[in-house]
């Protein structure tokens, strides 16, 4: 997409996020630490543009996200795929019918050489939810998709007022590294 507007590309998948943020005027990022959303969460702390901070929760992150929205302001979480197990109520008591567009970043765990048994349910689990939700969801695993699906499922979200989950496989960031 940048390229085609005469922009050179962003050379990392964690730029294409920041970069898209900021294109579509999504100033507010709650988080929930996470090892591979590590570069993104310090680029948006590092950047004037973002209010950001971390959340003991992702529900917590969805209530500050939702209650920006009715206030006037776009918002984003970052969190990682267990995280994501705690979020059907929310989802479908606030974010779904009162037609918030909360955009989700979800860092892929459960999957690729996964070590954490937990880890991997989650991950079968997630997407399923998704479509029990009506929820649009995506998985992205190419750099050269990548911003067409961020850019545009955040303009969906945003004019159809509804959420969206973006899944960052770790064909995409690498995934977490683990220690021998």
């Not at 979020?87 to 019918?97: D, F, H, T």
């Amino acid at each position: 997409m940048a390229a085609a507007e005469g922009q050179t590309s962003p050379r990392a998948w964690h730029e294409v996020v920041l970069q898209a943020l900021k294109r579509n005027d999504i100033r507010l990022v709650p988080y929930v630490p996470d090892r591979v959303l590590t570069t993104l969460i310090k680029d948006i702390h590092a950047d004037p543009f973002f209010t950001t901070f971390p959340t003991a929760r992702e529900e917590e992150a969805v209530g500050i996200v939702s209650g920006a929205w009715m206030g006037g302001m776009r918002g984003a979480i970052l969190m990682q795929t267990s995280g994501f197990a705690t979020l059907a109520n929310v989802l479908a008591s606030l974010a779904i019918p009162y037609q918030i567009p909360l955009i989700m970043f979800v860092s892929e765990r459960g999957t690729l050489g996964e070590f954490n048994y937990g880890q991997s349910l989650v991950c079968r689990t997630m997407r399923p939810v998704l479509d029990s939700l009506a929820m649009e969801h995506h998985t992205a695993t190419r750099l050269d998709e990548f911003e067409f699906i961020v850019d545009r499922s955040i303009k969906q979200a945003i004019t159809t007022q509804a959420p969206v989950a973006l899944i960052l496989s770790p064909l995409l960031t690498g995934g977490k590294v683990f220690d021998k």
